[in-house]
């Protein structure tokens, strides 16, 4: 298995967080982003859409973080980490796309902007980001997971790095005390893997 993998990406992160909770090896492929690597034809055959992560498994090839997630809970994880139910696989759902939509466009485009120069819409930006960061503030105050679990998900795994990295962007976490014992939970996890910035 190859994970096609930029190590400041909280993207890519959160798929080599995932694969190190659940003890399956994985052999890294540095892309060079500022080389323009992921647009060229070799790697848009593993993903068209030119983006990290990608995940290339014997012949099954596979980009974006939240759908390999999704093969790899489903391929190598405890069910526990995926659960089969209607109602959780809904929670779990919503909260993939919060992960690509919210911590994606707020915390993460933030952090694009300060931390590499890319130009953003920066107030937009940080409105979004302060917006996710209230909305996992009131979930988690009331729930250990998002999910609404007894055990962490992959919903966790999407949303978190995302987030935790947002002080990279200039955002203060410790206001948000339910957001932190979750980052605690998380890291509490055996398997644990962090990277530059958590």
């Known amino acids: ?90 929670r779990i759902a919503g909260w993939l796309s919060f992960a690509a939509n919210e911590a994606q466009h ?21 409105a979004r980001a302060l917006s996710a960061l209230r909305t996992l503030e009131r979930h988690l105050t009331q729930h250990a997971w998002l999910a609404e679990t007894v055990q962490p998900t992959i919903a966790d795994i999407a949303v978190y790095p995302n987030v935790a990295l947002a002080g990279d962007a200039g955002l203060e976490l410790g206001a948000y005390p339910a957001l932190q014992a979750w980052f605690a939970r998380i890291r509490a996890l055996p398997g644990y893997l962090g990277m530059p910035g958590l």
């Open 1 to 90: 298995m190859k994970l096609h993998d930029v190590t400041l990406s909280g993207n890519c992160h959160k798929v080599r967080l995932f694969l190190s909770l659940i003890g399956q090896p994985v052999e890294l492929v540095p892309v060079n982003l500022l080389a323009g690597e992921h647009k060229q034809p070799a790697f848009r055959a593993i993903n068209p859409r030119g983006q990290v992560p990608a995940l290339e498994d014997g012949e099954f090839r596979l980009g974006d973080g939240q759908a390999i997630l999704v093969y790899l809970a489903r391929r190598y994880a405890e069910a526990s980490w995926y659960p089969q139910d209607a109602e959780t696989q809904g």
């Open 106 to 126: 707020g915390p993460a485009t933030l952090r694009l902007g300060r931390l590499f120069g890319r130009p953003i819409d920066e107030e937009l930006a940080q």
